[in-house]
């Protein structure tokens, strides 16, 4: 007995050793990382790390609800990434762009929370340290978001305390978990019992983790009750309706044709947002303020209560590539920004209404854009029901005719009368031109690919053309077969809804030779311009070129 004892007490001296030749202990160790192995020590450092953040996640319900340490580091990380990241993101992951940026996210904080473990095994308190300076990140970041509350970096500080106090007693259990297994001396004892006492031990932490985390993020949401506070939005008749859409306005029996009309869970989303805003309709508020006469606030009763009107209008990305999908048409409905813009009397030097989001996402769009009759709009609808809570509940603006980052703000509740000037927006400040004008544009949604000719010998081309506040006059198509480009060909095109929205086109292309080729396609406006040959990608003032697809005919 006293020989197992003496063992068991050899074995404690050893798991405190230094490194293999070493003849003395690592000054300060909790445990020699050649004995408990780096993977363990990187799994204590990520166990300990997701239960600060689960505990943070659910501390956040009671101090600071839109705080969370991880939202606001990926909300962080969305500012302060380079222009060329952003460019990146979208094109290549287009609207998972966010799903994305969490992976990063996710991917950094499980490295660096690897390192911890790691570090604070070989050497007492410097695991701890870089904990810390994460920690302290999380707060600053929390901090210094906009709308943040008092206590907004109490999350942040917590989820570090909270991983400081359980990463060493986890190492420590780690280790004595080893020394259990080793000197129990009952069968499966060895590196199996080892290994299978480890995990439990991580097991649980990591369960207490999602617990904590997943709990924290329902109680959250319930807090916010957004999606409740939009079951109550009853959306009023429109003083102006529109007029259904006639069938000669849409091809949509073309297979593969985008319909006329955009449902809302295709809508494309790009926003700065990593997690959506929850913004309660009886919380919300719209001040007007700046170069105007009378400063003014609004509640969504205040703006339910007036004569709203409905408006197709097609909203574009200006990161959409020649062709890309970053584009869509809705049935909107709000009040006209002319209206709120008329009683805030705004002064005759003012020639930009900027325009903020709750998470500080700001937009600086031209006064005029907002005034001169286009239609633009503070949108409470989208396609018949209140805004989804993605694409900007309770309120968000749809401006004709420009791009979404100089006038599409979701969750707006800012408008500053200001000047260019005196003010920029966030993605001018990062290069983008201020104006932001949609680009006359087409695209082919079909033939892409192989395809053969249908029982009458031809092939439907068809796709989408957009030339907003002027309208598409036509549109026209050319094939290559390998020989070089052939004549331009007029389309058929649908009724125009307005100017304010694309049009579909189509064209039978009649015994198409079988092979390979090259289909190509332009938009001309009613003014006669043409929309532009010369390839430019999307920075800084939106793409252009001609869409071309490859076909093979069977």
């Given at each position: 007995m006293r020989r197992r004892e003496g063992s068991n007490r050899r074995v404690t001296t050893l798991q405190a050793a230094g490194p293999p030749g070493s003849a003395e202990p690592t000054d300060g160790a909790i445990a020699n990382p050649a004995r408990l192995g780096w993977v363990w020590c990187s799994l204590a450092g990520i166990a300990a790390l997701a239960l600060g953040l689960g505990i943070a996640e659910l501390s956040a319900v009671l101090v600071s609800p839109r705080a969370t340490p991880v939202v606001a580091a990926g909300d962080t990380a969305i500012e302060l990434a380079p222009r060329w990241g952003k460019d990146f993101a979208i094109a290549v992951f287009g609207v998972r762009d966010k799903l994305f940026l969490v992976t990063v996210v996710a991917v950094v904080a499980v490295l660096l929370a690897a390192a911890a473990g790691i570090l604070e095994a070989r050497r007492r308190r410097t695991g701890l340290i870089l904990i810390a300076l994460v920690s302290i990140s999380l707060a600053l970041a929390a901090a210094s978001r906009p709308g943040a509350d008092t206590f907004a970096y109490v999350?942040?500080?917590?989820?570090?305390?909270?991983?400081?106090?359980?990463?060493?007693?986890?190492?420590?259990?780690?280790?004595?978990?080893g020394l259990a297994a080793a000197g129990s001396g009952v069968a499966g004892s060895g590196a199996g019992g080892t290994s299978g006492r480890r995990a439990v031990l991580l097991g649980g932490v990591l369960a207490a983790a999602g617990v904590t985390g997943f709990g924290g993020y329902a109680l959250g949401a319930r807090v916010r009750g957004v999606a409740s506070s939009r079951a109550d939005v009853a959306l009023p008749a429109p003083a102006t309706p529109v007029a259904p859409v006639s069938g000669s306005a849409t091809f949509d029996q073309v297979p593969d044709l985008a319909p006329f009309q955009t449902p809302v869970n295709d809508f494309y989303r790009i926003d700065t947002a990593l997690v959506v805003p929850a913004v309660r309709a009886d919380e919300w508020r719209l001040r007007i303020h700046g170069l105007v006469e009378r400063e003014a606030e609004y509640r969504i009763g205040d703006i339910l209560d007036r004569e709203l009107v409905?408006?197709?209008?097609?909203?574009?990305?200006?990161?959409?590539?020649?062709?890309?999908?970053?584009?869509?048409?809705?049935?909107?409905?709000?009040?006209?920004?002319?209206?709120?813009?008329?009683?805030?009397?705004?002064?005759?030097?003012?020639?930009?209404?900027?325009?903020?989001?709750?998470?500080?996402?700001?937009?600086?769009?031209?006064?005029?854009?907002?005034?001169?009759?286009?239609?633009?709009?503070?949108?409470?609808?989208?396609?018949?029901?209140?805004?989804?809570?993605?694409?900007?509940?309770?309120?968000?603006?749809?401006?004709?005719?420009?791009?979404?980052?100089?006038?599409?703000?979701?969750?707006?509740?800012?408008?500053?009368?200001?000047?260019?000037?005196?003010?920029?927006?966030?993605?001018?400040?990062?290069?983008?031109?201020?104006?932001?004008?949609?680009?006359?544009?087409?695209?082919?949604?079909?033939?892409?690919?192989?395809?053969?000719?249908?029982?009458?010998?031809?092939?439907?081309?068809?796709?989408?053309?957009?030339?907003?506040?002027?309208?598409?006059?036509?549109?026209?198509?050319?094939v290559d077969s390998g020989d070089g480009w052939g004549p331009w060909t007029t389309t058929e095109l649908a009724d125009a809804g307005t100017t304010s929205t694309w049009r579909q086109w189509r064209w039978s292309w009649v015994s198409p030779p079988a092979g390979e080729h090259r289909i190509q396609a332009r938009a001309t406006d009613a003014n006669g311009d043409v929309q532009v040959e010369a390839e430019a990608e999307p920075f800084p003032s939106g793409a252009t070129g001609y869409h071309t697809v490859g076909v093979s005919i069977s």
């Open positions: 999350p942040g500080l917590l989820a570090g305390v909270s991983a400081m106090v359980v990463l060493p007693i986890l190492l420590r259990r780690l280790g004595a978990a409905e408006k197709w209008v097609t909203l574009a990305c200006v990161s959409n590539e020649v062709g890309g999908g970053l584009t869509g048409n809705a049935l909107w409905l709000g009040l006209p920004t002319a209206q709120l813009l008329a009683e805030a009397r705004p002064r005759p030097e003012a020639d930009m209404v900027l325009s903020t989001s709750i998470d500080g996402f700001t937009a600086g769009t031209p006064i005029e854009a907002l005034t001169d009759g286009r239609g633009a709009l503070l949108a409470v609808g989208m396609n018949g029901s209140p805004l989804p809570v993605e694409h900007g509940f309770p309120a968000r603006l749809v401006v004709p005719g420009l791009y979404g980052y100089v006038s599409a703000t979701k969750w707006v509740v800012d408008l500053e009368v200001t000047r260019f000037a005196d003010a920029e927006a966030y993605w001018t400040v990062r290069g983008w031109t201020a104006l932001g004008p949609i680009k006359i544009s087409s695209r082919i949604d079909r033939p892409i690919g192989g395809t053969q000719p249908g029982t009458d010998g031809t092939v439907v081309v068809a796709g989408m053309a957009w030339a907003q506040d002027v309208g598409v006059e036509a549109v026209e198509v050319r």
